[in-house]
């Protein structure tokens, strides 16, 4: 147990990215920081755990991408990025086509070469939707036509959501980025890469003047810890910080299964989207991909999707209607506490690539650390 008699400028709940920028931040401006978090390492979501060399990303993919050259240069500051670019492919029933939908996957699809040929496929597909769109299935196939919609929509959206397309909402979809240039970047983004050596060593040193205390459930620990501190930094589930008062804010799940093998190069690429129904995974990452590995053996994961429960890890928010409503409500008794502070994905219930953890906290240390 850590100096618990020593009473800190902020007790910050989470060690992910929003926690530990604003625990590093705070403690180069004098102030003194004291870091818990419920999981038995630091890091969050971007931890990685190292097997034989190879930095296999525990919570899922994580490919760092942004147009912010202020968010950048902040995270070099740390660590060098590697130039990985992000080029997923699609496997439906053992054909490959190049994610996302651009001229590789056309000329796959369609055996055809130009964009003019492209286009009118596409268009003339589009056109069975003859009205308004009101439901999922509708409203990808008024975008992309029916051939890219069946082959490598449909199974894959159906298998993260747990219900057919038929009984989506079409809004879930608003649009499906269609690009007639052979270009297989997934992102467009200015910057992009994947730390070289991992993104464990950025949230160590983000931490390195920090006092850090691991296992700890704020929530079911509060008594103990809410008053060593003048201010908290919150970045758990908003819900849970008000005993879920209105009810459970909803989230998707995932589960990961992660296995050595006794090859070099299982797959040929970092992500391969599983995009038919029946195939019970999403996708399988391989690990060493995402930083040129020449290792002997690989780590690949399968990932599934999952209904959530609660004590489980929250990953994607369920922003329907009724669960924004729901966090509205808890934003309100939010801004009624004094001394506590709600960010991160979690904090925020939303959906944070990782550039936009890092503007969210770079703009509150600009309002509170003046």
């Known amino acids: 147990m850590k100096n618990l008699d020593i009473i800190y400028d902020y007790l910050i709940v989470g060690s992910g990215l929003f ?12 102030k003194k920081c004291f870091v818990i978090d419920k999981r038995d390492h630091i890091g969050g979501n971007i931890y990685c755990e190292n097997k034989e060399g190879i930095n296999i990303h525990k919570y899922g993919a994580h490919i760092f991408h942004t147009n912010n050259k202020e968010v950048w240069d902040y995270v070099n500051q740390f660590v060098e990025f590697n130039n990985y670019i992000n080029s997923p492919v699609a496997n439906y029933r053992g054909e490959i086509y190049n994610l996302p939908f651009n001229m590789n996957t056309f000329s796959k699809m369609w055996n055809i070469a130009t964009p003019q040929e492209a286009k009118a496929i596409i268009d003339k597909q589009k056109q069975v939707i003859k009205d308004e769109p009101e439901n999922l299935e509708e409203q990808a196939i008024s975008l992309v036509g029916t051939d890219i919609y069946t082959k490598l929509i449909k199974g894959y959206t159906e298998k993260q959501w747990g219900r057919d397309c038929k009984d989506l909402p079409a809004f879930i979809i608003k649009r499906l980025p269609v690009r007639y240039t052979y270009d297989n970047n997934y992102f467009n983004a200015r910057y992009q890469g994947i730390p070289i050596g991992g993104y464990n060593q950025i949230i160590e040193k983000l931490l390195a003047n920090c006092d850090v205390e691991l296992n700890v459930d704020f929530v079911k620990q509060r008594e103990k810890y809410q008053n060593i501190a003048d201010k908290i930094i919150f970045t758990g589930a908003i819900d849970s910080y008000f005993d879920y008062k209105f009810g459970q804010l ?44 020449t290792q002997s053996i690989t780590y690949v994961t399968k990932e599934y999707p999952a209904d959530w429960h609660l004590g489980e890890e929250a990953y994607y928010p369920v922003n329907d209607d009724k669960n924004q409503k729901l966090y509205q ?16 994905r979690l904090g925020e219930y939303k959906y944070y690539d990782m550039d936009k953890v890092i503007e969210s906290v770079l703009n509150l240390v600009k309002k509170e650390l003046k």
């Open 250 to 293: 909803e989230y998707r799940g995932l589960r990961f299964e992660t296995e050595r093998l006794e090859q070099d190069n299982y797959q040929g690429v970092a992500v391969m989207n599983f995009t038919a129904r029946e195939v019970p995974y999403t996708r399988i990452i391989e690990h060493k991909h995402f930083e040129f590995g």
């Open 19 to 30: 926690g530990s920028i604003f625990a590093y931040e705070a403690t180069k401006r004098g």
């Open 329 to 344: 409500k808890y934003l309100d008794l939010a801004k009624q506490e004094n001394n506590v502070i709600f960010g991160g």
